[in-house]
C-alpha cells in the first residue's frame, strides 16, 4: 500500500518537498491509515505533519470517543492536533439543508481555516471506494460529465493520498500493522444516502466486476480528459464571443452543444454567482438560440436580446443621471465609471449650451461615415446597444444634437466640434480600465 500511496503522490504531483500537511483526522479507518501513510514517508518528503478533527457533536459519546482516540492517536505519532467541536444538528436546521451537507460546509470550512494559518495542504483520507460512491451518487443526480470525474485527487491545496487504494486494502493495512481505529456508527445506517450506495449498489456491481474501483478510476481519468477538453474550448468561447455589452449569441450558438453547455455554465458561476443545475442551462441555451430572459435568481436575469447575451442585476441602484456642462476640464463619475472631458479651448469655462449628460426624447445623431440622421433611440437600437443600458450610457451634446455618445463615438458634428476644439474623451472604469470613448 505505501508503494501504491507514494506512486500516487507522484503522479498527480501532490507534494514537494518540505511541505506542511494537515490530516483530515477521523479517527475511521481511512484517516488512521493516512495519518499512518504520511508519517512513514515524511523523512522523504521532509514533511511537516498536521491532524485536524471536527467533533460534529451528532452521536453524543461516541463523537467524543473520537476525539479522545485522535489525541491518543496523535500522541503516538508526535503529531500536533486541532480540535473543534459544533453542533452540527442545530447548524443545519438554522441553515435549512442536511445534516450531510452542513458538516461537510463545516469540515471544509475548518481545514480551509487551519491551511491558511500554518500554510500547508489539506490531506483527506478519500479512498478508490468512496470514488466510485461519489460517481454514482453523481450520476443519479443527472450530473454533467464534470460530475463524472468523481473526487479530484488534486483541488487547490486539497491532496487525496489514499484514491487509488481501496478500502479493502486500507483495512488489511490497518491489520496487518496493529492499528487501531473507531467506527462511525452511521456508517453502518442505510439512513444516509451514500451508505444506501454502499451497502445496497456497490455489492451488487462487485459481483459483476471485483476490480469495480479501478474500472470507475480509469472511467473517471478518461472523463476528466474530456471534461479539460471541453473546458478550455469553453473559455476559448466566453474570450472569442465577448462583446462590449455581453456575448455575442452568433458565436456562442455556432458552437457544440457540450461547449456551450460549459461556457454557460461558467458564465452563470461568475456573473450569476451560484452554479448552474440542467434546467438553467438548458432555458440559457433556448435564450441564446431564440432569444429572451430566464431569472436565474431574485437578484440575477440573463437577456438575450439584439444579439447579445447579458446578465442584469436587478439590485443595481438607479443613480443622479449627470448633467453638467461642458468647460476646458470636466470630471465625473456614474454607473462605476469615471468621465473626463478635456479641451484646449478656455473659452468653453463660459460655455452653457454643451452639456454632458445621458438621453433625452429628441435626441438625434448623424452617423459622420454615412451623413444620415436618426432618433437617437434608434441610432442605438442599430448599434445593438440593450435597452437596459441606453439610460446609463452618457452623451455630449447641443441642445438634442449628439455630438457624442458612449457606445457610438462621435456624430458627424461631433467630428467636426472636437477637431476644432481638440477635444479628448477618457472613460475608466473601478480597476483602471480604460473604455473605448
Not at 43 to 60: K, M, P, Q, S, V
Not at 267 to 273: H, I, M, R, V
Not at 335 to 355: L, P
Not at 401 to 413: A, D, I, K, N, Y
Request: overall charge neutral; some cysteine; aromatic content about 8%.
Amino acid at each position: 500500500m505505501i508503494n501504491t500511496l507514494r506512486q500516487t503522490i507522484q503522479k498527480y504531483n501532490m507534494l514537494s518537498n518540505g511541505d506542511g500537511v494537515i490530516v483530515a483526522l477521523s479517527g475511521g479507518a481511512d484517516s488512521t491509515a493516512l495519518l499512518s501513510t504520511l508519517n512513514s514517508i515524511k523523512e522523504i518528503y521532509d514533511l511537516t505533519i498536521y491532524a485536524a478533527h471536527l467533533n460534529h457533536g451528532i452521536r453524543g459519546e461516541e463523537a467524543e470517543r473520537d476525539e479522545s482516540f485522535c489525541k491518543i492517536l496523535c500522541e503516538k505519532y508526535n503529531t500536533k492536533l486541532f480540535i473543534k467541536k459544533l453542533n452540527i444538528t442545530e447548524l443545519a436546521a438554522r441553515r435549512k439543508i442536511s445534516v450531510e451537507l452542513c458538516g461537510r460546509e463545516e469540515r471544509y470550512a475548518f481545514f480551509d481555516e487551519l491551511s491558511r494559518k500554518l500554510n500547508a495542504k489539506i490531506a483527506t483520507a478519500h479512498t478508490a471506494s468512496d470514488n466510485v460512491e461519489t460517481l454514482i451518487f453523481n450520476i443519479t443526480r443527472g450530473s454533467s460529465v464534470a460530475g463524472a470525474v468523481g473526487i479530484a485527487p488534486v483541488r487547490g491545496r486539497i491532496i487525496r493520498p489514499l484514491i487509488e487504494i481501496t478500502r479493502a486494502e486500507v483495512e488489511a493495512y490497518c491489520s496487518e500493522n496493529a492499528l487501531d481505529y473507531v467506527t462511525d456508527s452511521t456508517n453502518l445506517s442505510d439512513d444516509y444516502t451514500r451508505n444506501k450506495i454502499r451497502h445496497g449498489v456497490i455489492p451488487v456491481l462487485r459481483s459483476l466486476n471485483p476490480s469495480l474501483e479501478k474500472a470507475a478510476l480509469r472511467f473517471c481519468e478518461s472523463a476528466g480528459e474530456t471534461a479539460d477538453f471541453v473546458g478550455g474550448q469553453a473559455k476559448k468561447l466566453i474570450e472569442s464571443s465577448k462583446t462590449e455589452y455581453g456575448w455575442s449569441c452568433n458565436k456562442l450558438s455556432a458552437a457544440h452543444s457540450a461547449v456551450l453547455h460549459r461556457a454557460l455554465s461558467v458564465l452563470c458561476a461568475e456573473n450569476a454567482g451560484f452554479s448552474a443545475e440542467h434546467r438553467h442551462i438548458m432555458l440559457m441555451e433556448e435564450a441564446v438560440l431564440h432569444g429572451g430572459a430566464v431569472e436565474l435568481s431574485k437578484d440575477v436575469t440573463l437577456l438575450s436580446a439584439q444579439g447579445t447575451l447579458r446578465f442584469c442585476r436587478s439590485s443595481e441602484k438607479s443613480e443622479e443621471p449627470p448633467n453638467y456642462f461642458l468647460g476646458k476640464r470636466l470630471e465625473f463619475c456614474f454607473d462605476g465609471k469615471q468621465y473626463i472631458f478635456e479641451t484646449e479651448n478656455s473659452d468653453f469655462s463660459k460655455n452653457k449650451t454643451i452639456c454632458a449628460r445621458t438621453r433625452k426624447s429628441g435626441d438625434r445623431f448623424t452617423f459622420s461615415d454615412r451623413g444620415i440622421t436618426k432618433p437617437l433611440r434608434k441610432a442605438m437600437n442599430e448599434q445593438g446597444i440593450p435597452r437596459e443600458l441606453r439610460d446609463r450610457l452618457v452623451v455630449l451634446a447641443d441642445g438634442e444634437t449628439v455630438l457624442w455618445c458612449e457606445g457610438l463615438g462621435f456624430s458627424r458634428e461631433g467630428r467636426i466640434f472636437r477637431r476644432e476644439t481638440q477635444l479628448e474623451i477618457k472613460i475608466m472604469g473601478k480597476k483602471g480600465e480604460e473604455y473605448n470613448a
